[in-house]
């Protein structure tokens, strides 16, 4: 059995199904968009960083985008971008939800620290 095939299963018996999940070439995705079987979202956009997706109940449509930042600036501009362009296409309510992998500060930071060797 496909690693797809046993989520799907496993999901279902627990009465959610798997809608969507991010693109990341040939690594497994990180993002993985579940809902009940009896709502039906619509997936707006999707690539390796983000799931964007609209839902409508009782007549008002509200608009998700569902984050796994890269921990590249770089990359995270162009994340940015990219939401910022589908909130400019779908005039809704929006909600960003996930792992930003940023920093405001440097006391923010935990873990490894790189020590450069800097020319005096």
Same mark, same amino acid.
């Given at each position: 059995? &496909?690693?797809?095939?046993? #989520?799907?299963?496993?999901?279902?018996? /627990?009465?959610?199904?798997?809608?969507?999940?991010?693109?990341?070439?040939?690594? /497994?995705?990180?993002?993985?968009?579940?809902? @009940? @079987?009896?709502?039906?979202?619509?997936? #707006?956009?999707?690539?390796?960083?983000?799931?964007?997706?609209?839902?409508?109940?009782?007549?008002?449509?509200?608009?998700?985008?569902? /984050?796994?930042?890269?921990?590249?600036?770089? &990359?995270? &501009?162009?994340?940015?971008?990219? #939401?910022?362009?589908?909130?400019?296409?779908?005039?809704?309510?929006?909600?960003?939800?996930?792992?930003?992998?940023?920093?405001?500060?440097?006391?923010?930071?935990?873990?490894?620290? /790189?020590? =450069?060797? =800097?020319?005096?």
């Amino acid at each position: 059995m &496909k690693y797809e095939d046993f #989520l799907t299963t496993w999901f279902n018996r /627990i009465g959610f199904r798997v809608f969507s999940f991010n693109l990341r070439g040939n690594n /497994i995705p990180n993002l993985w968009c579940l809902c @009940t @079987t009896n709502l039906n979202p619509m997936v #707006l956009d999707v690539n390796d960083q983000q799931v964007s997706f609209s839902i409508e109940t009782n007549g008002v449509n509200f608009c998700f985008s569902t /984050i796994y930042a890269s921990t590249s600036n770089l &990359k995270r &501009k162009h994340l940015w971008n990219r #939401l910022t362009f589908n909130q400019s296409q779908y005039i809704a309510p929006w909600c960003f939800i996930g792992d930003f992998n940023t920093i405001f500060a440097a006391h923010e930071h935990q873990g490894f620290s /790189i020590m =450069l060797d =800097l020319p005096s």
